[in-house]
């Protein structure tokens, strides 16, 4: 499957992060090699889950940069190491804190809600944050009859009646999705359940059988009794189902949904990161390498 220099790559990153007892946390979405190398593998909020729990000082996460944000805040004491600080989400840029500031001019009774995708300025300045694992009733003991913003936009409480919309951005990657081409993917296997990214135009999220997150659409694949499903999200998610769950069928809505920014990140990426967090934690000297922790990667004695 993969050439023998990204073979090469694998077993070194593997090394590294071995060597280092640095965990690796990649989402859905990243490049097939680079979820084979993870120890951990999930949707924004999956992973954000687990990282709460972890019991290692290091990880390396391979994502973009509203996850690293926000694992500062979840964790600030972790020491977590980004293997592409360049990757830039666009969708999370849409809102900006003047965004804010325009809220609260039209409406000094909001309550604003700014989910992890909202980049800091804007989680700074809002009411309250979304918790990992929500339901609508958190928001309702708090709206007392407020009007709700979530900031930046679509997500799973779109659907809240307590949730006003009058600032939304669009996620380019998956609003280029049209309906059409969704009936014609359900035309084709009518029986196959349609599970939608919440990103997605109102229209297809309509008209599927499930709309979340990229860790909602995994759990629902992955439990439904179903055995086909169109996956109208990032292709990654549909690359990650499918090795998972053999026995089951995932297809395309005829469009390749592809993030450029979740697909940065490459296995030369990881080792440069890990190389220079090996460095700076003074794991080499200019003899070769030493005791980490307790852990010896080789015997110099010889």
């Known amino acids: 499957m993969f050439s023998e220099k990204k073979l090469n790559q694998i077993a070194r990153v593997r090394e590294l992060a071995g060597l280092l007892g640095v965990d690796i946390f990649a989402h859905y979405y ?53 293997p592409r600080p360049d990757a830039n989400c666009p969708y999370s840029e849409t809102t900006r804190a003047s965004v804010v500031w325009e809220i609260r001019r039209q409406d000094p009774t909001a309550l604003i809600v700014a989910d992890a995708k909202a980049p800091g300025a804007v989680k700074d300045l809002a009411d309250a944050l979304i918790p990992l694992d929500f339901d609508s009733s958190y928001f309702q003991d708090r709206a007392h009859n407020k009007r709700l913003y979530v900031l930046p936009g ?15 951005g669009v996620c380019q ?27 997605c135009r109102d229209e297809v999220k309509a008209r599927a059988d499930k709309v979340g997150d990229s860790q909602a659409l995994w759990d629902f694949c992955a439990q439904s009794e179903a055995k086909e499903f169109i996956v109208v999200a990032e292709s990654g998610l549909s690359e990650s189902l499918a090795l998972t769950f053999s026995h089951k069928r995932f297809y395309d809505p005829g469009v390749e949904i592809f993030c450029p920014s979740m697909k940065l990140t490459n296995l030369r990426d990881l080792i440069t990161a890990l190389e220079s967090y090996q460095l700076k934690a003074g794991v080499l000297t200019r003899f070769g390498a030493r005791a980490v922790e307790g852990r010896l990667n080789r015997d110099l004695s010889g």
């Open 30 to 82: 990243q490049r097939p090699e680079v979820k084979l190398v993870a120890n951990y593998v999930g949707g924004s909020r999956g992973l954000f889950r687990l990282i709460q729990k972890t019991l290692n000082p290091t990880i390396l996460l391979c994502g973009v940069n509203f996850m690293a944000e926000t694992v500062a805040r979840l964790r600030p004491e972790l020491n977590v190491l980004i």
């Open 173 to 199: 990657v998956h609003h280029q999705v049209e309906l059409e081409a969704v009936l014609k993917a359900k035309a084709e296997r009518p029986r196959a359940l349609v599970a939608a990214n919440v990103l």
């Open 154 to 168: 679509p997500n799973p409480l779109a659907q809240d009646p307590y949730a006003a919309r009058l600032t939304e």
